[in-house]
């Protein structure tokens, strides 16, 4: 294996990588009931003991 294909190998390996990471972040985001937890993670700094 040359160089050339390892640079090649590991940028497709990255950007492979990347779209997953970006498509799981996106699903945590907009699954059904994030909304809620999130709204509700947005008032704990409000909240007075």
């Not at 190998?9 to 059904?32: E, T």
Request: proline share 4%; hydrophobic share 55%; no cysteine.
């Amino acid at each position: 294996m040359e160089y050339q294909d390892v640079v090649q190998f590991s940028g497709v390996f990255g950007l492979l990588l990347f779209i997953a990471l970006f498509g799981a972040v996106l699903y945590w985001v907009l699954k059904p009931g994030a909304k809620e937890r999130f709204e509700a993670d947005a008032q704990i700094p409000l909240k007075e003991d």
